[in-house]
């Protein structure tokens, strides 16, 4: 009798509510149309250098899982249909 493998981990989520704003922009660019469509536009400010999502997000009552969740589902710039993709 064989043993079925058990399914390996989902890989860890790639952005995080206590990630800083800037450093999300730099590891994709796309980041900037998700957090502009949810009127967040922190990257374009100085704080961006220093402010989380979630300290951008509270002062405007936005949803910081939502965005988490948005940016999450952006395919991987490598991988096929994400922006540096074949």
């Given amino acids: 009798m064989s043993r079925k493998k058990p ?3 989902p890989p860890a989520p790639r952005f995080r509510s206590d990630d800083v704003v ?3 922009v730099d590891r994709d660019p ?3 149309d998700v957090l502009l469509s949810f009127g967040l536009p922190c990257f374009k400010c100085i704080v961006a250098y220093d402010e989380t999502l979630a300290e951008g997000c509270a002062p405007l009552l936005l949803n ?3 965005i988490v969740a948005r940016l999450n ?4 710039l490598d991988a ?5 993709g074949a």
């Fill in 80 to 84: 096929p249909g994400g922006a540096g």
């Fill in 22 to 24: 800037a450093d999300v």
């Fill in 73 to 76: 589902a952006l395919p991987p």
């Fill in 30 to 32: 796309r980041a900037k």
């Fill in 7 to 9: 399914d390996p981990p």
């Fill in 64 to 66: 910081v899982d939502e």
